[in-house]
């Protein structure tokens, strides 16, 4: 069953979530075809994509498709499935991955599954894992149509490197200009070295960290354990850090391999976001903190004291 693969980047770097998709998309097809719409991007990093199992690469290259207007980008993927013969995309379960996919699914009349974290069971028929009610359940659910959309969630796949360099081909759509009525004026790019939604390893404070000020602390860990910065919702709202850290139900959701809330009660709000990470670290004074029984670790301590001593010890131990 062959299988298309929706790619996205970040300043002109495929990002890991669609590298992730590609492992996922070549263990169900071994010629799994990728799909990059837009002009800011270099061949070299399309060809890479066949180091973790892309067949081919076809590459959309028209700058109308460098803002990620989505109704252009579904009508570019449903051409494009329909043109290679695919009854299967597969996408990162991103900000822009997640639209694309309900937009696409519309056109295509689609099966659609989200947050996907295993491979299709299809002994009999199609099913596929998702986790659902923010990380805290699984459901199994069947995909009856002819074309079906999985919404890969990150981590959720190993990240594997087998294969080569794969051929970019240019891939030409007559693009429909009633596709391009919505309008993007402007756009906010998160900053930082590490960029949150794709960090392996994110620092995340709370009120108790006091204040703005004492945000250095943090952010020194962060460096030395090459992870990002985020923080609770009451922070963002306090305007102690910026409004793309918040993590939450009403923020970003994350799935970091590692999640260190330092000063943070774990209110279930924020629960919601951080439920698919690997390992949960909780450093918080009050040891009947709620967030202490989500953690796989936790350390009931004051932490001034105890953010400091860690930091110096991962760095000790470099």
Same mark, same amino acid.
């Given at each position: ?76 993927? @449903?051409? *494009?499935?329909?043109? $290679?013969? #695919?009854?299967? =995309?597969?996408? /990162?379960?991103?900000? !822009? ?66 294969? @080569?360099? *794969?051929?970019?081909? $240019?891939? #030409?759509?007559? =693009?429909?200009? /009633?596709?391009?009525? !919505? ?136």
């Amino acid at each position: 069953m062959s299988v298309l693969v929706f790619i996205e980047s970040s300043d002109k770097k495929v990002k890991k979530t669609s590298q992730e998709a590609v492992s996922f998309a070549a263990a169900i097809d071994k010629n799994a075809v990728a799909i990059y719409l837009g002009s800011d991007i270099t061949t070299e990093e399309l060809e890479a994509l066949g180091k973790f199992g892309a067949g081919k690469v076809l590459h959309v290259n028209n700058d109308k498709l460098n803002q990620g207007v989505i109704p252009a980008y579904a009508t570019v993927i @449903s051409e *494009a499935m329909r043109k $290679t013969d #695919s009854k299967i =995309l597969v996408l /990162a379960n991103s900000s !822009l991955g997640a639209p694309v996919a309900a937009r696409t699914a519309v056109k295509l009349n689609a099966s659609l599954a989200s947050n996907v974290t295993e491979l299709p069971d299809t002994s009999t028929g199609f099913r596929v894992k998702r986790s659902i009610y923010t990380g805290k359940a699984f459901a199994v659910t069947e995909l009856n149509n002819e074309y079906k959309i999985l919404a890969i969630r990150k981590n959720a796949v190993q990240l594997t490197e087998s294969g @080569s360099k *794969a051929p970019v081909e $240019t891939f #030409s759509v007559d =693009l429909n200009p /009633a596709d391009f009525a !919505l309008k993007i004026t402007g756009t906010d790019q998160a900053s930082g070295d590490v960029l949150l939604p794709e960090a392996e390893i994110v620092v995340s404070g709370g009120r108790g960290m006091k204040g703005p000020e004492n945000w250095g602390m943090l952010e020194e860990l962060a460096k030395e354990l090459g992870a990002a910065t985020a923080c609770s919702k009451p922070v963002s709202d306090m305007e102690w850090r910026p409004h793309h850290e918040h993590v939450g139900q009403t923020g970003l959701k994350v799935g970091p391999n590692l999640y260190i809330a330092i000063g943070i009660s774990g209110a279930i709000q924020h629960l919601a976001g951080v439920n698919s990470s690997k390992v949960i670290v909780v450093i918080n004074k009050d040891p009947e903190a709620p967030f202490f029984k989500a953690a796989d670790y936790g350390i009931a301590g004051d932490a001034f004291e105890v953010v400091p001593k860690l930091t110096e010890a991962i760095r000790a131990s470099k």
